[in-house]
């Protein structure tokens, strides 16, 4: 595999811009007169490694750094939403529309699957008209009378955002324990309730992660505190219920800034176990979960460059690990004998084979897998080492170990969904191997998945790789290349971006848009090796692979130049913002959402959050080669004096993942800099953060706004 250096870049992004040097025919759009906002200049001289670059838009970065009182900063990102509003008023109708339609498809009144744990049966259910949801439980038998434990809805009533995260219940399902965002920074408050009574507890604990794990003498719990300024995940701290969070023990505390760190419990209750891990090593520390006031033993001390995990079965430690082996394998040793040197072979490395989870039953084990881009469900059973695999029959799909909290189950829960089959729940008898369908995602008004066509395909990247696309397309979409087609990709952090269903796509296939992803190297769907070669020094094989992927597709005739949209968010608005400096005459319009553009400046200031978490991902821009590296394909750094696609860039002014000021400074310098008559929006959800709006139809007013932008650049308004 061709490794790309500077000068290959360079080589290689001259041959793009010659493949893409013949003007599209764009669909011809009436924009409205609107006052552009126009950002002030203000230089600000960065300077490191002895490159000097100015940066005229760092004063965006006001709010995040002095807090509200920054409102020059404010009313600038409101002239923003102003101006976006005024360009997208002719869609206001289609906005409707395409909102109502969506709406529509959901089931309103709807309840999730119950599952089962310690004699109680959970499960969640949504009521008409409301936006959030009640968690509620049985007793027994699921004729029994139902415990409303969480009444979302009304919690939410006062707050523009609320999220809840990591309800956990004690072991003697009295207690729950549960965390509340209400800024959308992920940064959670946790409570305790007493299940019997009603009453909301005392214990208040603020900065954590939202989860919280209980011991066995349900008084102890153990949570991740985080860092009031980074946000980073820094201390694993015990809580005994009645005292004051202050008093806090902090049982671990990680001081490589670089590490994400969590606590959880094993499946079998035996252990609180605690994960610190960052992209290259990894390091679990354990406890008996009967012992709170213990103290925590290492499992195996951090080895460089290897990941491991920990799976506690009944007479032994599961370990997968990549350590020899780039797909990961599964080790073995005694409960008592944890070190490396006590591991022993149980699942061998296989070059074609990630191994991505485990999922552990007291007589079997439930593999997942991927192999040739695809996911795989392997049973294996502990006693006799038999194994098998669940079938599927399409040619792109997810499937994935479900909500499984038995131990002592035979039964194992899975979901699976394509992108013509609804998110469907199955039970599965790992011994009799009999399958039952649950439940399958109601779509209201009539969806028939024959009406759509489902293809997997190959596109040869300029270093000769193959690299898949999962699509769909209503059926009698022509393949003549005049199709809009709407592509779609993120590839970093070795997500997988799996072909999923989505009732809302349904508003773009039945107005003639074919959907497309891109499984583009950065993320893991064709192996560990797959996201090796699209990070750090090679990460420009990222972008390059999402240009071929639409080169091909506009070769194979499913679409054209003029008619090619892309999408992509956070990490993939990077993804956006790199591909339109690569290449702008390829796509028709772009929508970056959240995206993280600002790459130089973002890396190099270790207040901003998630920064020396990254390191692995991106490198470290105090390193010469790797700042170099990464300012060659920064979106910020790389704007020009060029003609760029229609561009709607969203963003969060509380997020944490992507600040604000990233894509506020990459539209003022695009708007300065290009040239033609392209337009390019930016929206700011002022009350939310990463995720946008907190409730189940809010949302959709963005999915239609997008969907809008889109199509009024197709020139479909109905």
Same mark, same amino acid.
């Given at each position: $595999? %061709?490794?790309?250096?500077?000068?290959?870049? $360079?080589?290689?992004?001259?041959?793009?811009?010659? #493949?893409?040097?013949?003007?599209?025919?764009?669909?011809?759009?009436? +924009?409205?007169?609107?006052?552009?906002?126009?950002?002030?200049?203000?230089?600000?001289?960065?300077?490191?490694?002895?490159?000097?670059?100015?940066?005229?838009?760092? +004063?965006?970065?006001?709010?995040?750094?002095?807090?509200?009182?920054?409102?020059?900063?404010?009313?600038?990102?409101? =002239?923003? &939403?102003?101006?976006?509003?005024?360009?997208?008023?002719?869609?206001?109708?289609?906005? =409707?529309?395409?909102?109502?339609?969506?709406?529509?498809?959901?089931?309103?009144?709807?309840?999730?699957?119950?599952?089962?744990?310690?004699?109680?049966?959970?499960?969640?259910?949504?009521?008409?008209?409301?936006?959030?949801?009640?968690?509620?439980?049985?007793?027994?038998?699921?004729?029994?009378?139902?415990?409303?434990?969480?009444?979302?809805?009304?919690?939410? *009533?006062?707050?523009?955002?609320?999220?809840?995260?990591?309800?956990?219940?004690?072991?003697?399902?009295?207690?729950?324990?549960?965390?509340?965002?209400?800024?959308?920074?992920?940064?959670?408050?946790?409570?305790?309730?007493? !299940?019997?009574?009603?009453?909301?507890?005392?214990?208040?604990?603020?900065?954590? #992660?939202?989860?919280?794990?209980?011991?066995?003498?349900?008084?102890?719990?153990?949570?991740?505190?985080?860092?009031?300024?980074?946000?980073?995940?820094?201390?694993?701290?015990?809580?005994?219920?009645?005292?004051?969070?202050?008093?806090?023990?902090?049982?671990?505390?990680?001081?490589? @800034?670089?590490?994400?760190?969590?606590?959880?419990?094993?499946?079998? =209750?035996?252990?609180? !176990?605690?994960?610190?891990?960052?992209?290259?090593?990894?390091?679990?520390?354990?406890?008996?979960?009967?012992?709170?006031?213990?103290?925590?033993?290492?499992?195996?001390?951090?080895?460089? /460059?290897?990941?491991?995990?920990?799976?506690?079965?009944?007479?032994?430690?599961?370990?997968?690990?990549?350590?020899?082996?780039?797909?990961?394998?599964?080790?073995?040793?005694?409960?008592?004998?944890?070190?490396?040197? @006590? +591991?022993?072979?149980?699942?061998?490395?296989?070059?074609?084979?990630?191994?991505?989870?485990?999922?552990?039953?007291?007589?079997?084990?439930?593999?997942?897998?991927? *192999?040739?881009?695809?996911? &795989?469900?392997?049973?294996?059973?502990?006693?006799?080492?038999?194994?098998?695999?669940?079938?599927?029959?399409?040619?792109?799909?997810?499937?994935? #170990?479900?909500?499984?909290?038995?131990?002592?189950?035979?039964?194992?829960?899975?979901?699976?969904?394509?992108?013509?089959?609804?998110?469907?729940?199955?039970?599965? @008898?790992?011994?009799?191997?009999?399958?039952?369908?649950?439940?399958?995602?109601?779509?209201?008004?009539?969806?028939?998945?024959?009406?759509?066509?489902?293809?997997?395909?190959?596109?040869?990247? *300029?270093?000769?790789?193959?690299?898949?696309?999962?699509?769909?397309?209503?059926?009698?979409?022509?393949?003549?290349?005049?199709?809009?087609?709407?592509?779609?990709?993120?590839?970093?952090?070795?997500?997988?971006?799996?072909?999923?269903?989505?009732?809302?796509?349904?508003?773009?296939?039945?107005?003639?848009?074919?959907?497309?992803?891109?499984?583009?190297?950065?993320?893991?769907?064709?192996?560990?090796?797959?996201?090796?070669?699209?990070?750090?020094?090679?990460?420009?094989?990222?972008?390059?692979?999402?240009?071929?992927?639409?080169?091909?597709?506009?070769?194979? *005739?499913?679409?054209?130049?003029?008619?090619?949209?892309?999408?992509?968010?956070?990490?993939?608005?990077?993804? $956006?913002?790199?591909?339109?400096?690569?290449?702008?005459?390829?796509?028709?319009?772009?929508?970056?959402?959240?995206?993280?553009?600002?790459?130089?400046?973002? %890396?190099?200031?270790?207040?901003?959050?998630?920064?020396?978490? /990254?390191?692995?991902?991106?490198?470290?821009?105090?390193?010469?080669?790797?700042?170099?590296?990464?300012?060659?394909?920064?979106?910020?750094?790389?704007?020009?004096?060029?003609?760029?696609?229609?561009?709607?860039?969203?963003?969060?002014?509380?997020?944490?993942?992507?600040?604000?000021?990233?894509?506020?400074? +990459?539209?003022?310098?695009?708007?300065?800099?290009?040239?033609?008559?392209?337009?390019?929006?930016?929206?700011?959800?002022?009350?939310?953060?990463?995720?946008?709006?907190?409730?189940?139809?809010?949302? !959709?007013?963005?999915?239609?706004?997008?969907?809008?932008?889109?199509?009024?650049?197709?020139?479909?308004?109905?």
């Amino acid at each position: $595999m %061709m490794e790309i250096t500077k000068v290959n870049y $360079m080589i290689l992004i001259g041959a793009i811009l010659t #493949s893409c040097s013949q003007q599209p025919k764009r669909s011809t759009v009436t +924009w409205p007169e609107a006052e552009i906002p126009v950002a002030a200049i203000k230089p600000f001289s960065r300077i490191i490694h002895s490159d000097t670059v100015v940066d005229n838009y760092y +004063w965006l970065n006001d709010y995040f750094k002095k807090g509200p009182d920054s409102t020059h900063v404010v009313k600038y990102l409101e =002239a923003e &939403n102003v101006y976006t509003y005024e360009m997208m008023k002719s869609t206001e109708s289609l906005q =409707a529309k395409l909102f109502d339609e969506m709406k529509s498809r959901i089931k309103e009144k709807d309840e999730s699957v119950p599952y089962l744990k310690n004699g109680y049966y959970y499960y969640r259910r949504t009521d008409e008209g409301k936006q959030y949801y009640k968690l509620c439980r049985k007793k027994g038998s699921l004729d029994a009378k139902e415990e409303v434990l969480l009444d979302v809805d009304e919690m939410a *009533k006062g707050y523009p955002y609320f999220a809840v995260g990591g309800s956990s219940v004690s072991p003697d399902n009295k207690l729950l324990a549960y965390g509340i965002d209400t800024v959308s920074r992920r940064e959670y408050t946790l409570y305790i309730k007493n !299940l019997e009574t009603g009453e909301v507890y005392a214990d208040k604990i603020d900065r954590t #992660s939202g989860g919280a794990t209980w011991a066995a003498d349900n008084k102890t719990i153990f949570y991740t505190s985080k860092n009031p300024v980074t946000l980073l995940s820094e201390k694993i701290k015990r809580h005994t219920l009645g005292t004051d969070s202050k008093q806090d023990v902090t049982v671990y505390e990680e001081k490589d @800034n670089t590490n994400y760190i969590g606590v959880g419990k094993s499946k079998n =209750a035996q252990y609180i !176990l605690i994960y610190s891990g960052a992209t290259l090593s990894s390091e679990v520390f354990y406890l008996d979960a009967n012992d709170p006031n213990g103290k925590f033993r290492v499992f195996q001390p951090r080895m460089k /460059e290897v990941l491991y995990s920990v799976i506690p079965l009944a007479d032994r430690f599961l370990i997968l690990t990549n350590d020899e082996a780039t797909n990961f394998k599964v080790m073995q040793c005694p409960l008592d004998k944890t070190g490396k040197e @006590n +591991w022993t072979e149980f699942i061998p490395h296989r070059p074609d084979v990630l191994v991505e989870g485990i999922e552990e039953f007291k007589n079997h084990l439930v593999i997942s897998e991927r *192999k040739n881009g695809l996911t &795989n469900l392997a049973i294996r059973n502990l006693s006799n080492h038999s194994e098998h695999y669940l079938e599927m029959g399409e040619p792109a799909y997810k499937v994935f #170990s479900s909500t499984n909290e038995e131990y002592d189950s035979e039964v194992v829960r899975y979901g699976y969904t394509s992108l013509v089959t609804p998110s469907s729940t199955y039970d599965y @008898n790992m011994e009799s191997r009999e399958k039952t369908l649950l439940k399958q995602q109601e779509v209201l008004g009539g969806y028939n998945a024959e009406q759509y066509v489902t293809e997997r395909l190959f596109a040869t990247a *300029k270093d000769g790789i193959k690299v898949p696309i999962s699509l769909v397309y209503k059926q009698g979409t022509k393949k003549d290349g005049s199709a809009p087609l709407y592509l779609y990709a993120y590839g970093s952090y070795g997500a997988s971006m799996d072909a999923t269903f989505s009732s809302s796509r349904l508003s773009l296939l039945d107005r003639g848009f074919i959907f497309a992803i891109a499984h583009i190297r950065g993320g893991e769907e064709m192996g560990r090796q797959w996201y090796e070669d699209g990070k750090m020094m090679k990460k420009i094989n990222t972008f390059t692979d999402f240009i071929d992927c639409g080169e091909y597709l506009i070769a194979q *005739k499913y679409t054209s130049k003029g008619h090619l949209y892309a999408e992509g968010g956070s990490a993939g608005g990077l993804l $956006m913002g790199a591909v339109i400096n690569m290449a702008p005459d390829l796509w028709n319009g772009v929508i970056a959402a959240v995206p993280f553009v600002d790459v130089v400046n973002t %890396m190099l200031d270790e207040s901003i959050p998630l920064t020396t978490n /990254e390191y692995d991902e991106w490198g470290n821009p105090n390193n010469k080669e790797a700042y170099e590296y990464m300012k060659s394909y920064s979106p910020y750094e790389n704007i020009e004096a060029k003609d760029y696609p229609n561009l709607l860039v969203t963003t969060g002014l509380h997020d944490s993942q992507v600040q604000y000021f990233e894509p506020a400074k +990459w539209v003022a310098k695009l708007r300065a800099t290009k040239t033609g008559d392209q337009v390019i929006l930016l929206k700011t959800d002022m009350d939310f953060g990463h995720g946008g709006a907190s409730g189940r139809f809010d949302y !959709l007013k963005d999915q239609a706004l997008e969907y809008a932008f889109f199509l009024k650049l197709e020139g479909i308004d109905d």
